[in-house]
């Protein structure tokens, strides 16, 4: 199983990306997929999750009115649409995938401080200046 993530890129603050992840190798509705970000000194942050065998979704306060996830499950793609981006969102963007749970339970894994998902992938970084 291999979690790919695309999409970084340098951006001016206000400007959008969308940041894309491919499963390969899951069984794509039986996950939780989730966003994490890290800069440079600080913890690994949750920033969204989806859960694919049904839509449900979830987005952190830090990001909300922002940040949309989404998913292609013909493609098992997992999408992350960032727009109005602040110097703030540099980071590198992580997506990750937990098997089994609902979002309230992907969200308490995420805002735990242990982010034990099963599948990270390797990260794209995010960069954007003001």
């Known amino acids: 199983a291999q979690l790919l993530e695309s999409g970084g890129a340098s951006v001016q603050a206000g400007g959008s990306l969308r940041l894309s992840c491919a499963a390969t190798?899951?069984?794509?509705?039986?996950?939780?997929y989730g966003w994490f970000r890290q800069a440079p000194g600080k913890k690994r942050e949750g920033v969204a999750l989806?859960?694919?065998?049904?839509?449900?979704?979830h987005i952190e306060d830090s990001v909300r009115g922002r940040f949309t996830i989404s998913s292609d499950n013909a493609k098992n793609i997992i999408y992350l649409q960032m727009n109005n981006l602040r110097p703030e969102d540099t980071a590198v963007y992580f997506c990750?995938?937990?098997?089994?749970?609902?979002?309230?339970?992907?969200?308490?894994?995420?805002?735990?401080?242990?982010?034990?998902?099963?599948?990270w992938g390797r990260g794209t970084q995010v960069t954007v200046s003001s």
């Open positions: 190798g899951f069984t794509f509705d039986d996950y939780v």
């Open positions: 989806i859960r694919t065998h049904d839509g449900s979704t």
């Open positions: 990750a995938a937990v098997w089994g749970l609902t979002i309230p339970q992907a969200v308490g894994v995420m805002t735990g401080g242990k982010y034990d998902f099963d599948y």
